[in-house]
């Protein structure tokens, strides 16, 4: 077993927006190594409490990588190819932060070579877990600079979702880079060549996020959602973030929290709402009823789908939900230009 120290971690206009979008974002994705798992897959390893494979070597005796949830198992396996066995923990669809493990998770990690965490304060679950697992892990958001949570009871702990920025995404790959090299010193040079492949094609999905927004006016730059999961990706994006409740742990608005919302869609004319694919989108329903807001979709942050689903890989979730938000938010310049000409 190598030597890895135990740490923990605590928006011509909207036709060409989306053109330029899609074409920056579909090649970055095109490029993608990952691969998700299919449905009967998931389905069968749900059942059986085994963990979810989401890159799987080709070689059963390499050594196995588990992951806390599968964004982070698709980026892992950018990075190990067919050198490492890597599994996620939780299922596709799971909700990350209050999981259960099950006993079938606790006797699949017995088997595991090492352990990639989000940190952060993400996986309440993570330290009990890890208590029963002879095996080192690492914390992926280690060198990323925290954005602290702004309101509710959670106010000032850090939040967790650093991976939805493709900025911070990249700290994440250069410490998968270092933990693979220690664990398999052999193969280094390929995680290192493949981990500044990945990273350039993260880049430029962070490349056309700007020109994707360039058109929307900054009275409409405002992302309005269930969780508080994109306070990364609002700060690269320049964006106001909106939102029902800091976390997933909660999963109930509060009447308080709905009213704030509505009176923040009505004030700032926001086109479009939103919510997350792990939890309800009831409360929102509720905003979007009582404002001349749409509902703009289902974003993706804390799982990815099965491969028949949208956000089957990392890269396809970043595109899927800046693609998301800029027709939801382009709507609006469409709908002002539209008064204009009227």
């Not at 700032?268 to 807001?293: H, I, L, W």
């Not at 938000?325 to 008064?339: N, Q």
Request: charged content about 20%; glycine content about 8%; proline content about 5%.
């Amino acid at each position: 077993m190598p030597n890895f120290p135990r740490v923990r971690g605590d928006k011509v206009r909207v036709l060409a927006v989306a053109s330029a979008l899609s074409a920056v974002l579909l090649t970055a994705c095109a490029a993608g190594t990952g691969t998700g798992t299919g449905a009967a897959d998931s389905a069968d390893a749900s059942a059986s409490g085994q963990a979810t494979t989401v890159a799987p070597a080709d070689n059963a005796d390499a050594p196995l990588v588990l992951t806390t949830f599968t964004v982070l198992a698709d980026m892992a396996g950018n990075v190990a190819g067919d050198d490492l066995r890597v599994e996620s923990i939780t299922k596709i669809g799971s909700e990350i932060h209050g999981y259960e493990p099950t006993p079938g998770d606790i006797r699949g990690a017995q088997d595991a070579d090492l352990i990639l965490d989000n940190g952060l304060g993400l996986e309440a679950w993570f330290a009990k877990f890890v208590e029963s697992v002879d095996a080192p892990h690492v914390v992926v958001s280690a060198d990323v600079d925290p954005i602290d949570i702004a309101g509710d009871a959670y106010a000032g702990k850090p939040n967790p979702h650093a991976w939805m920025s493709p900025t911070d995404a990249q700290l994440y790959v250069d410490q998968m880079v270092d933990a693979f090299s220690t664990l398999d010193p052999d193969n280094a040079a390929d995680y290192e060549r493949r981990g500044e492949d990945y990273k350039t094609q993260i880049a430029d999905v962070a490349a056309g996020l700007d020109a994707a927004l360039a058109g929307i006016p900054e009275s409409q730059r405002a992302l309005v959602t269930c969780e508080g999961a994109f306070s990364y990706l609002t700060r690269d994006a320049g964006l106001d973030e909106v939102y029902l409740w800091p976390v997933n742990a909660e999963q109930q608005a509060t009447p308080q929290q709905i009213a704030a919302a509505i009176e923040y869609v009505n004030d700032n004319d926001v086109p479009a709402v939103f919510c997350e694919s792990t939890v309800s989108d009831k409360a929102m329903r509720q905003v979007v009823d009582a404002t001349d807001a749409e509902f703009g979709g289902t974003l993706y942050v804390d799982s990815l789908s099965d491969d028949t689903g949208p956000v089957p890989t990392y890269l396809d979730l970043l595109r899927h939900d800046v693609e998301l938000i800029v027709e939801g938010l382009a709507g609006g310049v469409a709908a002002s230009d539209a008064g204009e000409t009227s």
